[in-house]
C-alpha cells in the first residue's frame, strides 16, 4: 500500500522531539545553503583551491580538508571583523 502523505501535513503528528529534531534539519538545510552561497561569492572557481590557489577537484573548492578548515576559519574571522573579504 503507498501511504498519501502528500495529501495531508504530516508535521501535526509529530511529537516535540520530532519537531526539535525537524526544526534542527531545516536549520542545518537553510546553513548548508547559506554555507555555499557564501562560498560562491567568496571564491572563485572551481576546480581552484580557495586557499592556496591550487589546482584541485573539478567539483571541490579545496585541495585538501586543511585547506578548508584554513580558509573557512579566515573567512569567519573577517566575517567578526565586519567584513566581507
Ligand atoms: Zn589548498
Redo the contacts with the bound molecule.
Keep these: 500500500m503507498i501511504r498519501q502523505l502528500q495529501s495531508h501535513d504530516t508535521t501535526e503528528r509529530l511529537g516535540p522531539d520530532d519537531m526539535a529534531s525537524l526544526r534542527e534539519q531545516q536549520h542545518l538545510e537553510a546553513a548548508l545553503i547559506g554555507q555555499a552561497a557564501r562560498a560562491e561569492r567568496s571564491r572563485g572557481v572551481p576546480g581552484v583551491?580557495s586557499?592556496?590557489s591550487?589546482t584541485?577537484h573539478p567539483c571541490a573548492v579545496?585541495?585538501?580538508e586543511d585547506?578548508r578548515t584554513d580558509h573557512e576559519h579566515r573567512e569567519s574571522t573577517l566575517a567578526r571583523q565586519g567584513r566581507s573579504r
Excluded: H, L
Aim: charged share 20%.
Design positions: 583551491c586557499n592556496c591550487d584541485c579545496y585541495c585538501d585547506c
